[in-house]
């Protein structure tokens, strides 16, 4: 049991305005591992006000200071990795190989990312008599979610810290523990009181007091299209800046020439990721008419290797699902995919054979799913995979954009200039390439209902920012 019963606020670890607190779950064994704040917005002003005390200061700091704060970051952060893993495979569920490999490793990389850009020159514009020139935009509200939980911390914390701005974190009250382990190294690297605030509590209270605080000048927020939508709204109120990171139903499109073993296996394994708990999982698999039973022997083939069981175990490939309330939620749209006529190529709604305990959920492939169903058109969050039939190029490219989301997703082809002329006419934010690696320096954000803005690689910073110009 931890006991993390305090908040991060003006530099140091400070108790919270109230004694309540929220019960943090461990989803493997569904036993409560900690306890943290559940904080107020008594909490909330306290800490805008710091970041606001602190942001002359910090915002006037050369970037040579702001890039050696964040490179002991980086290291502390890299100090820490083996517990970071640990701690995220018990806090989320995700298989200990993959949370040490993606989930502690990445939010590395999100802080070198802006080490690197720090060491460049700073971008300015001459426009005839104008000098335009980047300010940092103020007071940065950081509203995260449990899935990648450091991970999307550090990817609104390092740009906005790099950008001069001062940032009040709130991350999920599902999974907050590795956010805490971040705010140890913030403190080890010396960050001036005040330039980053840490408090939890719970999304209607804290997140919404963050929103309105007219003391915050930019909202980033990451989460569900329904939260994203009310961020927006209230944030409105104070005519402030908001970026939003939502939802996704990425279309993986295997072409007819394509290399159908290795698109299936790889769509699979993709769709599969923290137990399908990723905004970016290429939910949607979109086959040849005439080899849609192929595509789902395969599918089902892959599909039935990720072991279900404990996320410390390395035999595990599967773990848990985050609670209680996203298991139920997962096994409804299981349940509706077979009630609207998809058929069930392996899976179910059932708990894996063994494993009562734990927020398990069983990896589940859909073959013949209409592209307006239920399953084709809606964000899961779990180890669901939908197939569906195309019957020419342009019909595939259809089904691709025929959601209200516009996130991620793939393309197959044998002919890499087909995929690439394909992967430019499918509306979403990024799109892989026969494969193509992810890319943590490339810019990262959706069209349509998957958000507003941009983070990663240098547009990030544009989010934290202000335009001036100066008439010589």
């Known amino acids: 049991m931890q006991e993390r019963n305090v908040l991060y606020i003006g530099g140091e670890w400070v108790a919270a305005a109230g004694t309540a607190t929220i019960e943090v779950e461990n989803p493997a064994t569904e036993q409560v591992q900690a306890r943290i704040p559940e904080g107020s917005a008594e909490d909330v002003d306290r800490a805008v006000r710091a970041a606001r005390e602190a ?59 802006y080490v690197d850009l720090l060491g460049e020159d700073a971008p300015e514009e001459k426009v005839g008599n104008s000098l335009i020139v980047r300010e940092a935009a103020g007071v940065v509200a950081a509203i995260t979610p449990w899935n990648y939980p450091l991970h999307q911390i550090t990817a609104k914390v390092a740009p906005a810290l790099a950008a001069g701005c001062t940032v ?17 190294a913030i403190h080890e690297a010396g960050f001036p009181a005040g330039v980053v605030n840490l408090v939890t509590g719970f999304g209607p209270v804290v997140g919404e007091a963050l929103a309105t605080h007219p003391e915050v000048d930019v909202v980033s927020f990451t989460g569900s299209v329904r939260a994203g939508t009310r961020v927006a709204e209230v944030a409105a109120r104070t005519v402030k800046r908001v ?9 993986n499109v295997i072409l007819d020439d394509a290399d159908l073993a290795t698109a299936v296996k ?126 020419d190029e342009e019909d595939a490219l259809r089904i691709a954009n025929n959601s209200k989301y516009g996130l991620h997703g793939a393309v197959w082809s044998g ?6 002329a394909f992967a430019r006419r499918v509306r979403t934010g990024q799109i892989d390439v026969n494969g193509g690696a992810y890319n943590p320096l490339a810019p990262f ?3 349509k209902a998957s958000g507003v803005g941009r983070e990663m690689g240098r547009p990030a910073l544009d989010e934290f920012t202000e335009i001036k110009s100066i008439q010589l």
């Open 55 to 113: 942001f002359p200061a910090w915002s006037a700091t050369t970037r040579a200071e702001r890039q050696e704060l964040l490179r002991k970051l980086q290291e502390g952060l890299a100090k820490r990795a083996e517990e970071i893993g640990e701690t995220i495979a018990r806090d989320v569920g995700t298989p200990l190989r993959i949370a040490t490999r993606i989930q502690a490793a990445l939010p590395q990389t999100d802080v070198q990312t």
């Open 168 to 184: 009040v974190v709130k991350p999920s009250e599902v999974a907050p523990l590795s956010a805490y382990q971040l705010f140890d």
């Open 243 to 251: 970026t939003l990171e939502l939802g996704g139903k990425s279309a």
């Open 266 to 391: 790889v769509g699979v394994s993709n769709a599969f990721l923290n137990a399908g708990q990723t905004c970016t999982a290429w939910t949607r698999m979109l086959v040849p008419r005439e080899k849609h039973e192929e595509a789902a022997a395969l599918a089902k083939k892959f599909a039935e290797g990720f072991t279900a069981g404990d996320p410390l175990d390395a035999k595990t490939k599967l773990g848990p699902l985050v609670s209680a309330a996203q298991r139920e939620r997962v096994r409804e749209f299981i349940t509706k995919g077979v009630a609207e006529g998809a058929t069930l190529v392996t899976g179910g709604a059932e708990a894996p054979e063994g494993l009562d305990t734990g927020y398990f959920v069983r990896p589940t492939v859909f073959a013949d799913v209409d592209p307006d169903s239920t399953i084709a058109q809606e964000e899961i969050f779990g180890p669901v995979l939908s197939i569906i039939p195309f019957d």
């Open 415 to 420: 002919d890499q200039d087909r995929a690439l």
């Open 445 to 447: 954000g959706g069209y």
